[in-house]
């Protein structure tokens, strides 16, 4: 039996279109609703507090709505997360180590000033200290997100000449994501005016160095 949000198969049917077959046809208006109703609740009550019951009511829809997309609230705030990691991001390319950094450092520090990210990811910090489970999701999450544009500026670096063939990939992550997330997510205070430049320079000059 097919099911679906609203009245999703209904609408189908009147354009003349077939639902897939004991599929749920999830309308994209809802989910959209659904996320914005997210940072609302992440705004209002934080992590801890926040509930798939508050999220739904916010939505002005069903908790089924929500289940059909997301396992536990944990997971729909990790998708959110993963988006205000840089997840997806393309890999810079402006044509040279320190070009590309800044450009990275700039997008990631954009994300990381978001209202809910400076709110949600010290919450999830927090949870992670007392839950195994949102540690690993967590750390998974913003470390995948992390690790392939990392990898994608280093191996052009690599192609270039501009580092050594064989570099650690591992330290280099650590070095060119370490210090930003320091001072946007554990510090939490205005970067001074510069700091970005200064941070590509330093950095390239760190990871030529290893």
């Given at each position: ?43 209002a009550v934080g992590y801890a507090r926040m509930s798939i ?158």
């Amino acid at each position: 039996m097919t099911t679906s949000d609203g009245g999703a198969g209904r609408t189908a049917r009147q354009q003349g279109k077939r639902a897939p077959a004991g599929a749920a046809v999830l309308r994209e208006d809802v989910t959209e609703a659904i996320r914005t109703a997210v940072f609302e609740e992440l705004a209002a009550v934080g992590y801890a507090r926040m509930s798939i019951e508050g999220i739904a009511r916010r939505a002005g829809v069903g908790k089924t709505a929500v289940y059909r997309r997301w396992r536990s609230k944990l997971h729909l705030v990790l998708d959110l997360v993963s988006a205000l990691a840089v997840q997806g991001l393309p890999t810079p390319d402006t044509g040279s180590l320190e070009g590309d950094l800044r450009l990275l450092y700039e997008v990631t520090s954009r994300a990381l000033r978001h209202p809910v990210a400076s709110q949600v990811i010290p919450d999830l910090q927090a949870e992670a200290a007392r839950n195994p489970e949102i540690e690993a999701a967590l750390q998974k999450t913003l470390r995948e997100g992390q690790h392939g544009v990392a990898s994608g500026i280093v191996a052009q670096a690599v192609a270039r000449g501009e580092l050594r063939e064989g570099v650690n990939e591992e330290l280099a992550l650590d070095l060119m994501s370490g210090p930003l997330y320091w001072r946007a997510v554990v510090v939490r205070g205005e970067l001074p005016k510069g700091y970005l430049g200064v941070l590509a320079t330093a950095t390239t000059a760190a990871l030529k160095a290893l």
